[in-house]
């Protein structure tokens, strides 16, 4: 009773002493106290609540805008998201130095998409050692660290918990992602949804429409299995509205890889739900592939002729326009950069020019004839647009091989257990996780975004929930080896 009355006492004496302090402070035109109890409630979420913290950066993240892209001093660094990370991360690994709860994530080796991670985050420290541009390697490598050590790994903590933190997860980032695609489409609206409009009404909150457009074919079997998932009848009303908003914002995102995507990871759902086997699988691949090496002339001559843009906002335009390779300035640049790629590897296969300087490096590996009327000298062109051939660029044969073997081991291991899985949720669940990642990985043969949040999080993300469910959560988990 007396330690409680003191404690009351105390805190009445605290908020007093404040207000007085504050009111002086403001008398001398200093305003720095009154962030104090902002701060406070900051340093206690940290400090107690990672759960809420962790929640409030996915949501955070479609949200998001570069400080670089608003011109301010030069920094570039997305903001609230990655100030967020830092911290997180820093407070992450603290804890796991003195709770066990925590620090399982990190021991829990056995698991090949991990060891994968961890291979290709110490062979990102070797590159950049050895860089062209030092500081902008360290700098990539820090970012991806603050990428996965608080999303993978307290992650696949906080996913194990159990299905309704992995649905919390899905809906704050979708919920946040719907707000950005209604402000674009507002834009666009103002715009006329025009094609030229369609390159910057996304901004602060994505630099392109490319990205966008990735993002949002990402979002979409997230929202779908949301809503297959969903019980209550005023949710799934939500969320089907959501899908419409999202599909209409795709649609106007003018973005081909992105539709591209999607009619691909369509068709990877038939595969697995119809349970198409692998000889057939083989024969869908291969008797087209023959039909096109018999025909390899005739279609090499029909795509030489074809002068469809993609700057047309006629939807079947656009789609032709994906094979224009003669007049296209998006396609023919994008091969220049390919070859960028290729001639950047080849100066240095081993140890490449340095995690994240493709933009930095390549302007003097342009050929004339591959110069476009997009081209720049002047390394702010961007990156390889490639998730595959940016690795082997920047991080030599090794690099290149890691990366793939991580892609690669993601989708069969979740392939694997989506068969072998009988429990009816998480087979589900796995299925929607494959189609997302899916539409990413497809869509980074011709663009690569995994440096930023928008793609890392929900990337991230959705391998910490596959490797939650396989390690913790599903039935199977206990006696499959694989």
């Not at 400080?67 to 030069?74: A, I, K, P, Q, R």
């Not at 003669?326 to 023919?332: E, G, I, Q, V």
């Not at 390394?379 to 030599?396: I, R």
């Not at 539409?439 to 690569?448: A, E, I, P, R």
Request: include cysteine.
């Amino acid at each position: 009773m007396i330690l409680e009355f003191l404690s009351r006492r105390t805190s009445y004496f605290l908020m007093i002493l404040f207000i007085i302090l504050n009111s002086i402070l403001i008398y001398f035109d200093i305003y720095y106290l009154l962030a104090l109890p902002l701060v406070m409630l900051i340093g206690y979420l940290f400090v107690f609540r990672l759960d809420f913290v962790f929640l409030t950066i996915v949501f955070c993240t479609p949200l998001s805008f570069n400080f670089e892209n608003l011109d301010l001093l030069g920094i570039g660094f997305y903001f609230p998201t990655e100030p967020m990370l830092l911290v997180f991360n820093v407070v992450f690994l603290f804890k796991s130095l003195y709770k066990s709860g925590v620090k399982e994530e990190f021991l829990h080796y056995k698991n090949p998409i991990i060891v994968l991670v961890l291979i290709q985050i110490l062979w990102i420290f070797t590159t950049s050692i050895v860089s062209e541009i030092p500081s902008v390697s360290f700098k990539f490598l820090i970012s991806r660290s603050w990428f996965i050590v608080p999303i993978l790994l307290y992650g696949i903590h906080f996913f194990k918990k159990g299905k309704m933190q992995i649905k919390q997860f899905f809906f704050a980032y979708l919920f946040a992602m719907v707000i950005v695609t209604c402000y674009t489409l507002v834009n666009h609206m103002f715009n006329s949804f025009s094609e030229e409009a369609g390159h910057w009404v996304m901004w602060p909150f994505f630099k392109d429409h490319t990205s966008y457009g990735a993002i949002l074919a990402l979002v979409i079997p997230i929202n779908i299995w949301l809503l297959y998932e969903s019980k209550k009848n005023y949710f799934r009303i939500l969320l089907i509205v959501f899908l419409v908003i999202l599909l209409i914002g795709l649609y106007f995102s003018y973005t081909r890889a992105a539709w591209l995507s999607i009619v691909l990871a369509m068709g990877v759902f038939f595969l697995y739900y119809f349970k198409i086997k692998f000889k057939w699988l083989i024969a869908i691949i291969i008797i087209p592939s023959i039909f096109i090496l018999y025909n390899l002339t005739e279609i090499s001559y029909l795509i030489q002729k074809n002068d469809a843009e993609h700057t047309t906002e006629n939807f079947s335009e656009r789609i032709e326009s994906m094979s224009n390779i003669s007049s296209d300035a998006s396609n023919l640049e994008r091969l220049n950069r390919w070859n960028c790629a290729i001639k950047l590897f080849t100066e240095r296969p081993f140890f490449g020019w340095g995690p994240g300087t493709f933009a930095f490096v390549y302007a003097p590996f342009q050929k004339s004839k591959d110069l476009t009327i997009i081209s720049t000298n002047f390394g702010d062109g961007g990156n390889a647009h490639s998730e595959y051939l940016s690795p082997l660029a920047e991080q030599g044969v090794f690099g290149f091989i890691i990366n793939i073997f991580l892609i690669g081991f993601v989708f069969v291991y979740t392939g694997i257990f989506y068969i072998k899985c009988e429990d009816d949720f998480y087979k589900i669940l796995t299925l929607f996780i494959i189609l997302s990642l899916t539409t990413y990985f497809t869509h980074g043969v011709l663009n690569n975004y995994l440096d930023t949040d928008k793609a890392a999080i929900p990337i991230w993300g959705l391998i910490g929930i596959f490797i939650t469910i396989k390690t913790y959560l599903s039935p199977i988990s206990k006696n499959t080896t694989y």
